[in-house]
């Protein structure tokens, strides 16, 4: 059964960058037709997809975070990673990292639980 | 983009069969067969239940059942179980590489 866990700083300071590891376990990032990517919910906010990519290297970004964000997949670890940059604390958010079935479906079959990011000083 | 819009809550009885719309624009829901529906119970990871408007995926009961007329779409849930009770996203791709979420609807099983 695939599981999906986030990692990372749960406490992030204004105007630095936001990072991210998502660790896929009893599956590869690499199987055929599947996307990664991210999806965060600010508190008492509604969803907002991030992004996505392939691990041959394409990547989609919500064009409202395209020059800040980047993800990127680490094969050999099976990982998945996510770069926010020059946050603010409207990114505070939980994020989750997701798998996402073909990039012409834009339904995500694979969900983390979620990871609490918090932009403070 | 706005958010979709679904009721806060709905409610039924075991047996019964309800319906939760979400109502999107022209733009989005509208434009594209590209809704999908998720289910998350407290504490748990969100679950795919309908993709691409009515498509199951593999290991999801076939008492849900997904459709689209104009710019709503409905996620229908027949012979409810007190299990189904849980709260309940629609998604929708609004082109230019982006998408849109619903603000969840919570099904209570009376």
């Known amino acids: 059964q695939l599981q999906v866990q986030e990692s990372g700083p749960g406490l992030v300071k204004p105007s630095e960058t936001l990072s991210l590891t998502c660790i896929v376990s009893g599956g590869s990032i690499t199987t055929e037709n599947y996307f990664w990517g991210w999806i965060r919910q600010p508190p008492g906010k509604g969803l907002e997809w991030i992004g996505s990519m392939y691990h041959s290297g394409s990547k989609y970004y919500n064009p409202s975070l395209r020059s800040r964000v980047t993800i990127s997949g680490e094969t050999s670890k099976n990982h998945v990673s996510l770069n926010l940059t020059s946050v603010t604390a409207a990114d505070t958010a939980v994020y989750h990292c997701?798998?996402?079935?073909?990039?012409?479906?834009?339904?995500?079959?694979?969900w983390g639980q979620g990871f609490l990011v918090t932009v403070s000083s | 983009q706005s958010a979709l819009t679904q009721p806060a809550s709905v409610s039924g009885s075991p047996g019964q069969s309800i319906t939760i719309p979400c109502t999107g624009t022209s733009s989005d829901v509208g434009s594209y067969n590209l809704v999908s529906w998720y289910q998350q119970h407290p504490g748990k990871a969100r679950k795919l239940m309908i993709y691409?408007?009515?498509k199951r995926p593999s290991g999801v009961s076939n008492r849900f059942s997904g459709s689209k007329s104009g710019n709503t779409a409905s996620l229908t849930i027949s012979g409810l179980q007190a299990e189904d009770e849980a709260d309940y996203y629609c998604?929708?791709?609004?082109?230019?590489?982006?998408?849109?979420f619903g603000g969840g609807t919570r099904l209570t099983v009376l």
């Open positions: 998604c929708s791709y609004v082109g230019s590489v982006t998408l849109v």
């Open positions: 997701v798998r996402q079935i073909g990039l012409g479906s834009w339904a995500f079959d694979y």
């Open positions: 691409e408007v009515n």
